[in-house]
C-alpha cells in the first residue's frame, strides 16, 4: 500500500535561514505539501526569491537582532528553526563575542520565535517545531565550542517545549544532520585545513567524512524530506526526539 502525500493545505510555515542551503530546500519542500511559506533571511534578495518561487512572503532580519526580532509578526503553524553560522577556532583564540553571536542566533533566536508562536498554535490545538540542530547537537567537536554549546542548547530547549506543548496539540523534534551540501559546510573546508595544517582537499574525507560509514555529504532535500514528515499526521505522538542523518557518525 502507498502512503498518501502529506498534505499541508492550510498550514503557514515559517522558516529561518530560508534563503540557502538546507532552509532552502526545506521552505520549497513544504511549500510543494501545500503550506503557505514565510521565508526569514538575512539576504533580501535570497528571501524576496524563495519567496516568490513558493507564492510565501519574504521576510527580512537579523537573528541577532533580538529586540528586532521581538518587534515581528512570528505566528505560524510550522516553525522551522534552521538558520545557523559556523566558527572554527580553539577556545584561547575563540572570541567572546563571536561566541555570543553564534548563541543568539541559534538558540537565544529560536527561543523568541517558538514563544511567539506558540499561543497561536495553542489556540488552534496544533502545531510543529522542528529544530535543525546537528550531529553536533549530540557529539562535541574540538574548535567549534559555541556551535557545539548552542546545538547542545537547542536540543534541550526542543524537549522542554515538546513537554509543554504536548497537551496542546503542539510537537517538537529536533533534526540532527551530519555534513550537508551547503555554503556553510564549504565554507568550512579553509578553516578546517588551517586549523589541522592539511590541504583542503584533504579535510573532506580525513576530517568532514572521517567517521562516517556513508561517505558522502548529506543532501540538503535529504533533509527537507524528514522535516515534512514531521509535520505529517503519521506524527502527532512523535516528539522531544531527535531524528539524526548523519550517515552513521553516531553509531559508533
Known sequence: MT????????????????GSGIGRAIALRLAEAGAHI?????????????AARTGGEAIVADLSDLPRLDGLDLTADIVVNNAGLQHVSPLPEFEPERFSLLL????????????????????KGWGRIVNISSVH????????????????GLEGLSK??????GPHGVTSNCVDPGYVRTPLVEGQLADQARVHGIGEDQ??????LAGTAVKRLVEPEEVAETVVFLCGPHTAAMTGTSLVIDGGRTAG
Do not use: C, Q, W
Request: no cysteine.
Open 3 to 18: 502512503a498518501a502525500p502529506i498534505d499541508l493545505t492550510g498550514r503557514t510555515a515559517l522558516v529561518t535561514g530560508a
Open 38 to 50: 514565510r521565508a526569514l533571511d538575512l539576504n533580501t534578495e535570497a528571501a524576496a526569491e524563495v
Open 104 to 123: 543568539r542566533v541559534m538558540l537565544e533566536a529560536p527561543f523568541r520565535i517558538i514563544r511567539a508562536a506558540l499561543p497561536g498554535m495553542y489556540a
Open 137 to 152: 547537537g549530540l557529539r562535541a567537536s574540538a574548535y567549534k565550542s559555541a556551535y557545539v554549546a548552542a546545538k547542545h
Open 160 to 165: 522542554v517545549v515538546a513537554l509543554e506543548g
Open 203 to 208: 579535510v573532506l574525507a580525513e576530517v568532514l
